[in-house]
């Protein structure tokens, strides 16, 4: 069974500029979340989707945003980088039920230079 | 809010020993999960243990045990028998147990060194 998968590995990119940042999940999950790492900050909530629908935001500025496509697979968009948006940005997949556990991609380093 | 706390940032231990990571939450609600995930350099996270909270039952995982100590709000994680391949940061997470999903919220990590 493939695990999580995002994309791409690693991003570049300068203040001001938009990034698009890709999730696939397990096959089967509904859910997608989003959550980001970092430095000194730990892992913090961003966003929870779940059936195409966003079910639940973290405390982010609207520059955040995201959706779920029919294939459960999900986008973040961040626009109008900033310099402290500089992390690594990780995808988690589950079944619906809360039950379920979730499981992690490898992340996505996005560096804002 | 639930907050979750890990007052060690860094443990060692020596490979084959035993080591134990520390863990505390605060929540006001009776029924949760709690969860501890390993995360080596690779960067994936890796889901370690889990444990629910209406059951008494302490989880173990092969190597891995927790000790559950509701009243306490304590969930701390022992690694048996370390080896080379257990060294990563650790986190211990909180999760509200809802019919339907929910974020996880992380303690701040412990970096585990393995001593060969």
């Known amino acids: 069974e493939a695990g999580v998968t995002q994309s791409p590995t690693h991003l570049i990119k300068t203040r001001g500029q938009q990034a698009t940042l890709r999730c696939s999940p397990i096959?089967?999950?509904?859910?997608v979340y989003w959550y980001q790492q970092a430095l000194g900050l730990g892992l913090q909530f961003l966003l929870w989707?779940?059936?195409?629908?966003?079910?639940n935001r973290g405390n982010f500025p609207p520059r955040f945003s995201g959706r779920q496509f029919p294939n459960y697979s999900s986008e973040l968009n961040v626009n109008a980088l900033e310099l402290e948006d500089s992390a690594l940005y990780l995808c988690?997949?589950?079944?619906?039920?809360?039950?379920?556990?979730?499981?992690f991609g490898d992340g996505t380093r996005l560096s804002i230079l | 809010a639930q907050t979750v706390t890990q007052s060690q940032p860094e443990m060692s231990v020596q490979e084959a020993e035993t080591v134990t990571l520390s863990c505390t939450y605060d929540?006001?609600?009776?029924?949760?999960?709690l969860f501890w995930y390993k995360q080596p350099p690779s960067r994936q996270m890796i889901l370690v243990i889990r444990?629910?909270?209406?059951?008494?039952q302490n989880a173990t995982e092969n190597r891995f045990s927790v000790n559950f100590q509701k009243a306490a709000k304590s969930f701390s994680l022992k690694i048996s028998d370390s080896q080379l391949g257990d060294a990563a940061m650790y986190f211990c997470?909180?999760?509200?147990?809802?019919?339907?999903?929910?974020?996880?919220?992380f303690g701040a990590g412990t970096i585990l060194r393995v001593k060969s």
């Open positions: 988690a997949s589950s079944h619906g039920l809360g039950r379920k556990p979730q499981h």
């Open positions: 096959s089967g999950h509904t859910s």
């Open positions: 989707y779940d059936e195409g629908e966003e079910r």
């Open positions: 929540t006001s609600e009776s029924d949760y999960y």
């Open positions: 444990q629910e909270a209406y059951k008494q």
């Open positions: 997470a909180y999760r509200r147990r809802v019919e339907y999903g929910n974020k996880l919220v």
